[in-house]
């Protein structure tokens, strides 16, 4: 059906953030995108910024359904960049009566995985493949390419997977997040460098090494050193709250945590970073906490290494990159382990090598080195489909070279009451992770004692997380 098709035309609906940025996308590589959205003004704003970028003669605003579908080729391909829940299932409802067999839509919103199922087996009839046959020209003609120059763009695997893998890039994103945040505020606070320095050391660490190549580090070097029209550096005036978890404008870190839960796959970095925003989006309330508290426990200086220049600050500075390479490294192993459970749970066949290729680049994820580490070990074959990573020797060897570095950090950070929860839970993972002498020997006894949940011997192998085969009578006569 695909042969000799070339998409001139797409719908895009919904001309918000995320979707006016594709708008433009599309148009500068020389589509003619129809607008649709509720919101006249949005459309209107779009179209201005299409016009100082000489792009105004390819986005055009359509109001009704009925001209927006008029306005295409054959097949019709719509993109949707609509807020997650219903809206998506009322606009389907309302665009039925125009479409046609083969038209293709392309649900690019930040939508659960589940409803995209649901759509997908309400709207298709064994047409998936042959959709994005369609489609796919188009999508690589607009993808972020890799160094090499090929597409990041690819059909991740059936049914919701697209939508699921996107929700754990995001989940991935906030571990990292939180990391390069935890680390800037050691810098400022702990070793008193200025923004301008931090920004140095961000972009030292982006240029080589394991953090080479990384587009959260990038753009941490730019955070620091951007000014605005008075000379001051605009991230000093910015406050310490991120409302987009709480406020319903985003939904894939709470999936994320959600999935880790419900898949029993352990995600401290992930979950702990994600808890620490919630946290901040309540400043009023940290606020109120604080006069209770009758004050903080204020981030100390890390006297020893306050000296510009001193070995030991140089020698903290180096531990810091390698503490944030482990937890950006951990999230990963996090985000792919919650995926990988997905996967044998929902039989989606994903390709993770297609999946390493659409993080190379054009994602915020991007870091060089881990995947370049990925794609070696996914291209590896693995008949059982079990990719944990934490299986994998390349990535412990990784993660035991950084454990030391990121444990000093850890010990220092405590010690001078930094706020390090991504950094701390990620050193606590690798330690329950690796370790077959937890306290939890305590906890299975308490839980035979008060409920009768029964244990397994230490003589006894291993086995599946399945109840155990011994009860004792443990109060004492």
Not at 438 to 456: I, N, V
Request: with cysteine; hydrophobic share 40%; glycine share 8%.
């Amino acid at each position: 059906m695909a042969d000799g098709i070339e998409i001139r035309k797409i719908a895009m609906i919904g001309c918000g953030s995320m979707g006016g940025g594709m708008a433009l996308l599309f148009a500068e590589h020389g589509i003619t995108v129809s607008l649709n959205d509720p919101s006249e003004e949005t459309m209107d704003q779009l179209l201005a910024t299409a016009k100082k970028d000489g792009l105004q003669d390819r986005l055009q605003k359509h109001s009704s359904y009925d001209d927006l579908c008029k306005s295409l080729g054959s097949p019709k391909v719509l993109v949707f960049s609509l807020p997650h829940g219903t809206i998506g299932d009322s606009v389907i409802d309302r665009l039925h009566p125009f479409l046609e067999r083969g038209d293709v839509i392309i649900d690019a919103s930040n939508e659960h995985w589940e409803n995209t199922q649901r759509r997908q087996g309400k709207l298709v009839r064994h047409g998936e493949e042959r959709a994005l046959d369609v489609v796919m020209p188009l999508l690589k003609k607009v993808a972020a390419k890799d160094s090499q120059g090929n597409p990041c763009v690819g059909r991740a695997g059936s049914g919701g997977s697209g939508h699921y893998v996107k929700m754990l890039h995001n989940g991935i994103e906030h571990g990292m997040m939180s990391a390069l945040a935890e680390a800037w505020q050691i810098m400022n606070l702990g070793l008193k460098m200025d923004y301008d320095e931090i920004g140095e050391v961000f972009e030292r660490w982006n240029e080589k090494g394991e953090l080479r190549g990384t587009f959260l580090v990038s753009i941490g070097a730019d955070i620091c050193r951007q000014k605005n029209s008075q000379g001051r550096h605009v991230l000093s005036i910015v406050q310490d709250k991120v409302v987009q978890d709480v406020d319903g404008t985003e939904g894939t870190g709470i999936w994320s945590q959600l999935e880790a839960v419900r898949l029993h796959v352990p995600a401290p970095s992930l979950t702990t970073a994600h808890f620490i925003r919630l946290a901040s989006a309540f400043r009023a309330d940290r606020k109120q906490v604080k006069q209770a508290f009758g004050g903080q426990f204020p981030v100390e200086e890390w006297s020893e290494a306050a000296v510009d220049g001193d070995d030991e600050k140089r020698s903290l500075l180096e531990n810091l990159r390698k503490a944030v390479y482990a937890v950006f490294l951990a999230s990963f192993v996090e985000g792919i382990n919650i995926i990988d459970q997905a996967n044998r749970e929902n039989r989606w066949d994903i390709n993770y090598a297609t999946v390493v290729q659409i993080w190379r680049n054009g994602c915020i994820i991007q870091a060089d080195y881990i995947t370049d580490m990925l794609a070696e070990i996914v291209a590896e074959p693995n008949d059982d489909l079990n990719l944990n990573l934490l299986h994998h020797s390349r990535i412990t060897t990784e993660l035991k070279t950084t454990f030391p570095a990121l444990k000093q950090i850890v010990a220092k950070g405590v010690r001078y009451n930094a706020i390090i929860p991504s950094m701390s839970a990620t050193l606590e993972y690798l330690k329950y992770a690796t370790n077959t002498a937890l306290p939890t020997q305590f906890s299975a006894a308490q839980m035979d004692y008060f409920g009768k949940h029964m244990f397994d011997l230490k003589s006894e192998a291993a086995g599946e997380p399945e109840t155990g085969k011994h009860h004792f009578e443990w109060k004492l006569p």
